[in-house]
């Protein structure tokens, strides 16, 4: 009986696969601004690559005919009104209903035949978001040409390890399949480019299966132009990480900022102390007034995280029971 459920359960599971590598039940997503020089070949190497697969195209305020030639090529074109990508992908998020999810830039530099390879993981029950690892095979910096691009991107990989323990080989990639479950219970926070790294963050943190599929990557063709300000972005990357960390993680956060303020209250205290047990009498007094004031927010910063740490488990467990709902539904249907 065993062996007969065994091969029951990997003849449905194949099917499955088969079945989301054709498109079926696959919502193809791409957010766009002003890619009017390649979005008709994206959505035509999406729908050759994923024939039963839905294309659509979410126009955020192009001045351009994007929008017109994405219709005129096959594909469902919706408008966001509200400006950067982060707030796009909040509208797909919330707007589509399918089974698999795979957001890919509209800039034609993501390969359309890698797409299988990242819904297979999913139909099969392997991971729940796979990321289109542009890093690992070195074909990012092959043809990147923005050197402080690869910098960021490293920059973010790190931090993201040392704070989630997670070692993401690509960050910053905008080609990702993703679950039904996933998508539904992610609540999206970021308005613009900061959005690959809070859905990357959200991933290790909600402990979702997360797999690297290496890809290929091609710069943009020529007459395209990037959306991406290196050091404006960059900023927001690094201020969402932050905002992140506090929220997700409110106990090492605000412990850490509680053990840096004991460290400089004990700097200046200490000598005020060591003059006091040799002399009975302090003299710096504004070094006394400052170190108490500095122990006392750091007393402060650890009862902020044990309260914050305790309002984060109770969102984390509401949101495990709205996970179960979600799948609980997807069973019935």
């Known amino acids: 009986m065993t062996d007969i459920a065994t091969i029951s359960n990997a003849t449905a599971t194949r099917a499955a696969v088969d079945a989301a590598c054709r498109g079926e039940g696959v919502a193809v997503l791409v957010p766009c601004y002003n890619e009017a020089v390649t979005i008709a070949k994206v959505v035509d190497d999406f729908r050759a690559a994923l024939p039963e697969a839905t294309v659509y195209v979410y126009d955020n305020n192009s001045t351009d005919d994007t929008a017109a030639i994405a219709a005129a090529h096959g594909a ?9 990508k982060g ?8 707007d589509i209903d399918a089974e698999y999810y795979l957001m890919v830039d509209g800039d034609d530099t993501y390969p359309a035949e890698a797409a299988t390879l990242l819904l297979a993981p999913l139909a ?43 070692a993401f080989e690509d960050v910053m990639t905008g080609y990702r399949a993703f679950s039904r479950a996933f998508v539904k219970t992610m609540p999206v926070m970021s308005g613009g480019f900061q959005i690959e790294t809070e859905i990357s963050i959200w991933a290790v943190d909600r402990r979702w299966r997360v797999a690297d599929v290496p890809i290929d990557y091609r710069d943009r063709p020529a007459g395209s132009e990037s959306k991406l300000s290196t050091f404006t972005d960059g900023a927001l990357v690094l201020a969402a990480i932050a905002s992140l960390f506090r929220d997700y993680k409110p106990m ?60 984060a488990k109770s969102h984390r467990r509401q949101w495990e029971m709205s996970v179960y709902r979600v799948m609980e539904a997807d069973a019935e249907r």
């Open 252 to 311: 090492a956060f605000f412990g850490w900022m509680g053990v840096l303020l004991a460290l400089v209250g004990l700097a200046f205290g200490v000598p005020v102390i060591g003059e006091y047990l040799d002399t009975g009498f302090v003299s710096k007094l504004p070094s006394a007034v400052l170190a108490v004031a500095l122990m006392l927010i750091a007393a402060l910063s650890w009862t902020a995280g044990l309260i914050l740490d305790t309002v």
């Open 87 to 94: 707030n796009v992908v909040r509208s797909m998020f919330r």
């Open 124 to 166: 099969a029950d392997e991971a729940d978001m796979t990321v289109g690892d542009r890093i690992s095979n070195g074909a990012y910096g092959k043809e990147n040409e923005r050197p402080f691009h690869n910098f960021g991107n490293n920059l973010v990989r790190r931090l993201i390890r040392l704070i989630y323990g997670y």
């Open 76 to 84: 469902v074109v919706r408008r966001e009104t509200r400006q950067g």
